[in-house]
């Protein structure tokens, strides 16, 4: 349960992992809580491979799905099939959001094959939200200090040559968000931001990512960052492990988080419990802290 008393990636082959095996088994109780829910602006995340064999469920929860393509699956992924899912969901008004492949992608990578790579499959991943009728593409900056050396400014040269070519193939009603993964403080996203500040690229703010990765307080990603807000990942950790606990069983600060989200326009908001035991409870959790 959210904790009142709260002053409420990562290991990415763990975390691909944990995102296939997504837990399905929902309960009347998780039925019961969402019933005056808005379908409109909360998501749980799905596998593409697990969406159309958990219609009902995700049906009978009354919540949006965000859709996670993996890499690998993008190199024969059927178009008419996606749009016939899209097709489907919109008719029983479901509304998804994607989540762009990241393993071995560096949008502000220096080797320029590997842009080359990242850069068509977050093109690719563009036109399957576009198939799906999505609102929005959650996709990861892919910064660290280590891998770069600190060296901010050869990760920007890289993200604005990629995000240059991805942006032009991107409908004006689907916004492309980057979330917040390695980063220790918000300086990078901000100047990719700056460098952006006309064009349809928005941020993703991830709780648990930030609990375990970042170095200044909350405030000094909310406010600058705050017009730029389109989508939260909400899960906690006790910032150690990315361990994508409902919302008040970890350290992350949401009193001071819901606070700040009562000032926003309306935003999306997704869950990515991992786990089948955590789905209720993420769920429960987070009517209770956005009620």
């Given at each position: 349960?959210?904790?009142?008393?709260?002053?409420?990636?990562?290991?990415?082959?763990?975390?691909?992992?944990?995102?296939?095996?997504?837990?399905?088994?929902?309960?009347?109780?998780?039925?019961?809580?969402?019933?005056?829910?808005?379908?409109?602006?909360?998501?749980?995340?799905?596998?593409?491979?697990?969406?159309?064999?958990?219609i009902?469920?995700i049906?009978?929860?009354?919540?949006?799905?965000?859709?996670?393509?993996?890499?690998?699956?993008?190199?024969?992924?059927?178009?008419?099939?996606v749009?016939?899912?899209?097709?489907?969901?919109e008719?029983?008004?479901?509304?998804?959001?994607?989540?762009?492949?990241?393993?071995?992608?560096?949008?502000?990578?220096?080797?320029?094959?590997?842009?080359?790579?990242?850069?068509?499959?977050?093109?690719?991943?563009?036109?399957?939200?576009?198939?799906?009728?999505?609102?929005?593409?959650?996709?990861?900056?892919?910064?660290?200090?280590?891998?770069?050396?600190?060296?901010e400014?050869?990760?920007?040269?890289?993200?604005?040559?990629?995000?240059?070519?991805?942006?032009?193939?991107?409908?004006e009603?689907?916004?492309?968000?980057v979330?917040?993964?390695?980063?220790?403080?918000?300086?990078?996203?901000?100047?990719?931001?700056d460098?952006?500040?006309?064009?349809?690229?928005?941020?993703?703010?991830?709780?648990?990512?930030?609990?375990?990765?970042?170095?200044?307080?909350?405030?000094?990603?909310?406010?600058?960052?705050?017009?730029?807000?389109?989508?939260?990942?909400?899960?906690?950790?006790?910032?150690?492990?990315?361990?994508?606990?409902?919302?008040?069983?970890?350290?992350?600060?949401?009193?001071?988080?819901?606070?700040?989200?009562?000032?926003?326009?309306?935003?999306?908001?997704?869950?990515?419990?991992?786990?089948?035991?955590?789905?209720?409870?993420?769920?429960?959790?987070?009517?209770?802290?956005?009620?």
């Amino acid at each position: 349960m959210y904790r009142p008393s709260c002053i409420v990636h990562r290991a990415t082959k763990h975390y691909v992992t944990l995102r296939i095996n997504f837990p399905v088994a929902l309960s009347l109780l998780t039925l019961y809580i969402f019933t005056s829910m808005s379908t409109s602006e909360l998501f749980i995340n799905v596998p593409y491979r697990m969406v159309e064999k958990n219609i009902k469920r995700i049906l009978l929860i009354r919540m949006g799905i965000e859709i996670y393509f993996e890499n690998n699956l993008l190199d024969h992924i059927s178009m008419d099939e996606v749009r016939e899912l899209g097709k489907k969901l919109e008719a029983l008004n479901i509304a998804c959001t994607v989540h762009a492949p990241f393993m071995d992608l560096s949008p502000g990578g220096y080797d320029r094959q590997v842009r080359h790579i990242t850069r068509e499959k977050l093109k690719k991943t563009v036109q399957l939200a576009e198939a799906l009728n999505a609102r929005g593409v959650v996709c990861h900056p892919s910064y660290d200090k280590w891998r770069f050396d600190g060296n901010e400014t050869l990760w920007l040269e890289g993200s604005i040559d990629t995000w240059t070519e991805v942006l032009k193939e991107v409908p004006e009603h689907i916004p492309v968000m980057v979330e917040n993964i390695f980063e220790e403080k918000p300086d990078t996203l901000i100047a990719l931001f700056d460098y952006f500040h006309d064009k349809n690229l928005w941020f993703c703010f991830d709780t648990g990512h930030c609990n375990l990765f970042s170095t200044v307080p909350l405030d000094a990603w909310l406010l600058p960052l705050e017009k730029k807000i389109r989508e939260m990942h909400l899960h906690d950790n006790h910032g150690t492990v990315d361990e994508h606990l409902p919302i008040g069983m970890g350290t992350f600060p949401f009193r001071e988080l819901k606070s700040f989200i009562k000032k926003l326009h309306p935003i999306m908001f997704t869950i990515e419990p991992h786990g089948e035991p955590r789905v209720e409870e993420s769920i429960k959790n987070l009517k209770e802290f956005l009620s």
